[in-house]
């Protein structure tokens, strides 16, 4: 009788404090790339090996753009609490998986977003009136005030709808992706989603069907260490969320979620996979969720501030700015203009937003029936001619 061989520990697993490693024993498998990928080393000097070869002006693009995610994520919450928008759910803390990521599709890629990813539509060239808009289900939301705020949408920018049943924006995208290839287009499309939605239906019928069919699709799995109020160890008995890739038979991947230019580097090989027609790749962006989940949680109920704090040491937008400080492409006088800058164009933003009308009273009958039903024809012209019709404009 052979003994069974004590399997390796994956190196790189115990890095981080939301790695499960409760299990005790862990196969290696040669899909999985278990070292978290890191550009940005803690000397300042970057990895040659990964080194995207960024611009200096491309990487000072994404580090404002890092910093109006941020500074809009902070005002939008004071919003809220009084009383002017009614939700905001955001980004603090994962910015670099967002931006690095958005950064790194073609402009030809889709992408398809979970709640927190208004940076990455920003970046694509939404304007962020557009964005404002749609946080108060004004008159000029694209999706016409039907929606909760931050559920928008972008369509001119090959950017799908926010999917708030967990995970749905997966199938979605693989969906795409595999009629993409059928048409022979050549284009990728990128998902995101937290470490939460690997448990959901979706995310299994999605990366079964993208192993199966070789789909070109990026999965991007922000493992912020929550889903709400459940710790990843409390998630999945799987020692990485990478490692969920091997039942699938693609790519799984572990990247440095904190580091922009790991996630760049990391997103822009999987896209180039897909392009070749080598298949989908998930990638497990290692990062910090550093507010509630939403403005709706508070996060001290369930969470110590000690593990807080860890993640704070280790943000992202300030490791970035640390980078480009070394190579002489900001100083704190940059800093200072953009984030006044940045709260000014946010203010105009909400002024024009606030003043806006709401979405017509007869919008909420349209977009369904190419041809308009007779009885819903009778309930709005009845509506229309009633008293709720006065502040509409009619
Ligand atoms: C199908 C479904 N179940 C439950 C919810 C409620 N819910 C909203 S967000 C969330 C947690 C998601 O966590 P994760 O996927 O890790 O993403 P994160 O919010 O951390 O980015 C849950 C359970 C939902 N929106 N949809």
Known sequence: MSATPSPKAAPGVKE?????????????????TYEPIRVMREDGSVDPARDPGLTDARMVE?????VRTRIIDERLVTLQRQGRI???????GEEATIIGSAAAARKQDWIF??????GALLLRGMPL?????????????????RQMPDHYSGRAYNFGSVSSPIGTQI???VGFAWAAKMKKDDLVTLVYFGEGATSSNEFHNGANFAGVFKTPTVFLCRNNGWAISVPASKQSASQTFADKAI?????????????????YSATREAIERGSRGEGATLLELLTYRLSGHSTSDDPKAYRKDAEVDQWKSKDPNVRFRTWLERRGLWND???????????????????VAEKAPPPPLESMFEDVFQEMPWHLREQRDELLKGPRAKGHGH
């Open 16 to 32: 981080f404090a939301h790695d499960n490693g409760k299990n005790g024993h862990h196969a290696v498998s040669p899909l999985v």
């Open 62 to 66: 994404l580090y404002c753009t890092m």
């Open 86 to 92: 009614g939700f905001h759910i955001g980004s603090l």
């Open 113 to 118: 977003p979970c709640y927190r990813e208004f």
């Open 129 to 145: 009136q557009t964005y404002v808009d749609n946080m108060f289900g004004n008159g000029n939301d694209t999706v016409k005030g």
């Open 171 to 173: 199938t979605q995208a």
């Open 247 to 263: 039942a699938y038979g693609i790519r799984g991947v572990r990247v440095d979620g904190n580091d922009l230019l790991a996630v």
């Open 333 to 351: 006088k940059k800093q200072t203009e953009l984030e006044e800058q940045a709260a000014a164009d946010l203010q105009e933003c909400v002024k």
